[in-house]
């Protein structure tokens, strides 16, 4: 009864070994060692299916290769509109407006009348300065005239002065002759105190005569001033001539510039005070969009650079940048910018809101899809790209435009294979094993 299970295993044994140890007997084929070729090929299949084995095991990516091509760059910035210009016409003198009103919103021209005040007694108060000139004026020829008399005067007095001088000499000689005859016996004391006489005469005549001159010197000088009083007279009187015009001429407030009426003009019969309102012109042709420019796009803007924008109510227009500010608003640290656009139909209003697009010089970029986008340890906005050696590497972009179609980025290489799908799940250096999407090349 033992004997059959023995022989079983034996016979069991034999076939596994068989099977096993001369399966290369049994199928006619030659040994490792007789084959070399045959184990080179093993060898090698096995170390691709290992190597198959690996790879299956790396986390796998989508990529998408992308080109960079070159794009017309733009700032962008959300402003407003402007009036050109905007005045608050106001009265400047008193006076009750005898004008019929304009309404608001009425065209009007440069130039036009838009509120009149009632003179009152204002053209009396011109007549009488026109009539203080005329006095004025005919009193200068009076004063010119008084000059050569008074130079004639002073041309006498200093005749007068050199007689006088004359005789003082002539007295003096004849004092001292009439001294030296008295000392030799030749001349009677009466004769030199006769000749004391002269000589103190001949002095006052002299001390006289210069008095005459000082006299008709300030004469001379009195008739000069009195030229001169009577020029003033006549500035003062053409000042107050001046003056009486331009107050009839404050009666009349006119529009400065063409434009639009804001507001009504001043009712009439109503009083108006200096000071006081008349209307408010706004000029809306060209009309200026203005917006605030970051400190870090502020060099990408630049005067007479093309510039569009797309109001709140879907109209568009188109212009050219015409003021850049040089300094910063202190709490914002903006700068302001304003773009003229033309406005000949007036369809665009003071304060629309408005999305302004300024173009500046174009740069290459990669257009990608924006679920790219992903951010480091840091906080730095960038990409995870694929490397030569299938490693990932963050690389930080710049947001430069976004489109329906994607976003427009900025600081990739010209050529460069992005992870579209998986970016989140690796870090800087793991090897991938990458997916590329249809149409990448």
Not at 116 to 141: C, H, N, V
Not at 222 to 228: K, L, Q, T
Not at 343 to 349: C, Q, S, T
Request: hydrophobic residues 40%; negative net charge.
């Amino acid at each position: 009864m033992r004997l059959f299970p023995i022989l079983a295993a034996i016979i069991v044994s034999a076939l596994i070994y068989v099977f096993v140890l001369e399966r290369d007997l049994l199928t006619g084929g030659a040994a490792p060692e007789d084959n070399p070729e045959a184990a080179t090929e093993a060898t090698t299949t096995t170390q691709e299916s290992e190597t198959d084995t690996k790879t299956s095991l790396l986390p796998g990516v989508v990529v998408q290769r992308s080109k960079a091509r070159q794009i017309d760059s733009a700032v962008i910035l959300r402003g407003q509109t402007e009036a050109d210009r905007q005045v608050e016409m106001r009265a400047e003198t008193s006076g009750q407006v005898v004008s019929t009103p304009l309404r608001k919103g009425s065209f009007v021209e440069e130039g036009q009348d838009l509120c009149r005040l009632d003179p009152g007694t204002r053209a009396a108060t011109q007549a009488e300065a026109r009539a203080r000139l005329l006095e004025a004026q005919s009193r200068l020829p009076e004063a010119r005239a008084r000059k050569p008399e008074a130079k004639a005067r002073v041309a006498e007095a200093k005749a007068r002065v050199e007689e006088a001088k004359s005789r003082l000499n002539e007295a003096q000689i004849n004092e001292n002759a009439a001294k030296r005859l008295s000392e030799d016996g030749f001349a009677s004391d009466t004769r030199v105190a006769a000749t004391e006489a002269a000589v103190r005469g001949a002095e006052a005549a002299l001390v006289s005569a210069k008095a005459g001159l000082e006299s008709a010197r300030s004469g001379l000088e009195s008739a000069a001033a009195g030229v001169e009083a009577a020029k003033a007279g006549i500035e003062s009187a053409r000042a107050a001539i001046a003056a009486a015009d331009k107050e009839v001429e404050r009666l009349t407030i006119s529009a400065p510039f063409s434009g639009l009426l804001e507001s009504d003009t001043a009712e009439l019969g109503s009083l108006l005070q200096p000071g006081a309102l008349c209307a408010t012109v706004i000029q809306l042709d060209p009309i200026i969009l203005v917006g605030f420019v970051t400190e870090t796009e502020v060099g990408r803007v630049a005067l007479g650079a093309r510039a569009g924008a797309e109001l709140a109510s879907g109209l568009r227009a188109e212009g050219t940048v015409t003021f850049l500010s040089r300094s910063a608003d202190s709490t914002t640290r903006t700068f302001r910018v304003e773009i003229e656009v033309p406005n000949p139909d007036l369809a665009i209003r003071d304060g629309q809101t408005a999305e302004i697009l300024i173009a500046a010089d174009g740069q290459a970029a990669h257009l990608l899809p924006q679920s790219v986008l992903t951010l480091n340890d840091e906080g730095d906005l960038g990409v995870r790209i694929v490397t030569e050696s299938q490693e990932t590497q963050f690389v930080p972009v710049t947001l430069l435009r976004d489109t329906p179609d994607g976003v427009w980025l900025s600081g990739l290489p010209d050529e460069a294979d992005v992870i579209v799908i998986g970016q989140e799940y690796v870090t800087d250096g793991v090897r991938v094993q990458a997916a590329y999407t249809e149409g990448a090349k």
